[in-house]
């Protein structure tokens, strides 16, 4: 599964577990064998942590430090990086905003 099917099918799983609460407790509860059931392909020994933002907490998920960057890549996350899971960001309290506004 590429990148962007990966995004599309997680974004799927959010908006059903927005729909569905028992499906979100299942998620919540064992999110490797729920995502799995659902067509994800998950390497043997990943763990899976699911949390939820509310109004009152939100999670800032730091990726893993990369071994190496080069100057290219090192110049593209230097300014930050923003992961939405709407396609609607005038309505997601957590979308960031840049002050400079090419960066959108």
Not at 28 to 42: F, I, T
Request: include cysteine.
């Amino acid at each position: 599964m590429n990148t962007n099917d990966r995004s599309t099918k997680m974004n799927q799983l959010i908006a059903k577990a927005w729909a569905d609460e028992a499906f979100k407790q299942r998620l919540m509860a064992d999110p490797v064998a729920v995502l799995r059931a659902e067509g994800l392909e998950l390497p043997d020994g990943l763990s899976v942590k699911v949390l939820e933002n509310t109004e009152q907490l939100y999670h800032l998920v730091l990726p893993p430090k990369p071994t190496e960057l080069s100057d290219d890549n090192l110049d593209r996350v230097s300014g930050g990086i923003c992961l939405c899971t709407t396609n609607d960001p005038d309505n997601d309290p957590y979308h960031v905003r840049w002050a400079d506004p090419k960066r959108h």
